[in-house]
């Protein structure tokens, strides 16, 4: 893999404009295999949330684009709106291979996101307006927001021509605000430009019904960084540094957390068709209304294996009839009422060595431990609200090291949970 820095970016994008852009087959095949390195060395140490890890992200922004961040200012794009009024799709394209991997992602979303019929859906950055378009054609009453009034016109001169439900909006991700309440809000190529997707998460989150989720597909989730940072592939790198567009991605772990911290229970699968990518349904928790043990320290008991088993994502462990056995990474939802609680744990080892074991809380390192002993109390500080507590461990065999049947790779044994307040 060749990489390329900041004195090489002039050179760069004349290189990829002669040869068509950033979207032609020979500037794709131009910058196969390379990687920007950054001159700015970012401390993924740092809480992802904080300011201080923001702070590091813009100066790498400023870095490759040579500018301060203005989102309202760089954030638009001259077209042809007549042109894109007339087309036979939003973005005036005639090759269906160019319209089929949208088509795809959004049929797919659609399918997991299982809307209600006559479903009102808040598109943010909405841009050319397909993504409306698409949800309209399904019978969903759509608001479309965008940055770049110019995405407006189109999208609402569109709307008359083909008499779909949608109303169109300019307005950011910080900012738009609406007295309606949506069944969904759904991000499609978008939420990755957000600087802190946390803040525009739990905002939004707030103009749902009840019922209501936050959708996303065609977003970057990657592992890059260890939480998140500017992309570093040419492309990204192209449009930072040519457009100063904001051009950001993020680890699983991390985005997952995003959601989780605005209370949502999340659901991100990765299609098994390559051009779908990773599909996100979050949705409020069937019971974050009703008063819970995590949610009501003083009522856990300790020991509770049952409460262990409350909190555990099922897909992430396997279950046994008294104990939660751990994958290579596992998590608990845990609700906090309080800052200042701790959950502690009952942890068994029945491995002959020592297990290695991260504790994570909304993809933020906690602790570092190792598990010598056959039995472990782990304690972990939770925050008010939403805490999704991953651990992060070696896995063994016991076929292989007790000589027994089991042939699953497994790390730790969880018997009991309870919390302290």
């Known amino acids: 893999m060749s990489t390329f820095s900041k004195a090489d970016l002039p050179a760069f994008i004349a290189k990829v404009d002669a040869l068509g852009g950033p979207s032609s087959a020979k500037a794709m095949e131009y910058w196969q295999g390379m990687r920007y390195r950054p001159q700015m060395k970012v401390n993924e140490d740092l809480d992802p949330f904080s300011e201080a890890y923001v702070d590091q992200q813009l100066a ?21 709106v007549d042109h894109h009024v007339a087309g036979a799709n939003a973005y005036a394209m005639t090759n269906p291979n160019s319209m089929v991997r949208h088509y795809l992602r959004l049929s ?52 008359l021509r083909h008499g779909l439900p949608i109303v169109a909006a300019q307005g950011t991700f910080d900012e738009f605000l609406s007295e309606d309440r949506f069944d969904a809000v759904l991000f499609y190529e978008c939420l990755h430009h957000a600087i802190r997707p946390w803040t525009v998460i739990e905002r939004l989150g707030k103009m749902l019904k009840p019922d209501g989720a936050i959708i996303f597909a065609g977003e970057p989730i990657n592992n890059m960084w260890r939480h998140w940072g500017l992309r570093n592939d040419p492309k990204s790198i192209y449009c930072i540094a040519k457009m100063g ?20 229970s999340v659901k991100i699968e990765a299609s098994a068709v390559p051009t779908v990518g990773h599909l996100c349904v979050a949705r409020a928790r069937p019971n974050a209304t009703r008063p819970a043990a995590a949610a009501q320290p003083s009522s856990a008991q300790p020991g ?5 088993r409350s909190y555990a994502r099922g897909d992430e462990w396997f279950m046994g009839p008294q104990h939660l056995i751990a994958k290579e990474r596992s998590t608990l939802d845990v609700q906090s009422a309080t800052a200042g609680a701790t959950l502690v744990l009952g942890v068994e080892n029945y491995r002959r060595t020592s297990i290695k074991l991260r504790v994570e809380r909304n993809g933020t390192t906690v602790q570092t ?10 304690r972990v500080p939770l925050m008010a609200g939403a805490n999704a507590i991953c651990f992060v461990s070696d896995t063994w065999v016991p076929k292989l090291e007790l000589g027994n049947a089991d042939t699953r790779a497994i790390s730790f044994h969880l018997a009991a949970a309870h919390i302290e307040p």
């Open 60 to 80: 790498l922004y400023h870095e490759i684009s040579g500018r301060a961040i203005d989102q309202e200012a760089n954030e638009q794009s001259d077209f042809n």
């Open 108 to 159: 797919h979303l659609i399918a997991v996101a299982d809307l209600p019929a006559n479903a009102k859906v808040l598109d943010m950055g909405a841009g050319w307006g397909m993504s409306s378009e698409f949800f309209a054609t399904l019978g969903c009453r759509v608001t479309s927001v965008d940055i770049n009034p110019s995405f407006v016109e189109l999208i609402r001169r569109r709307q």
């Open 245 to 264: 567009w904001f051009e950001s991605g993020w680890s699983e772990a991390f985005i997952t957390a995003c959601l989780q911290r605005t209370g949502l």
């Open 304 to 308: 509770s294996f049952d409460l262990a």
């Open 369 to 378: 431990l190792a598990l010598t002993d056959r039995k472990t109390e782990v």
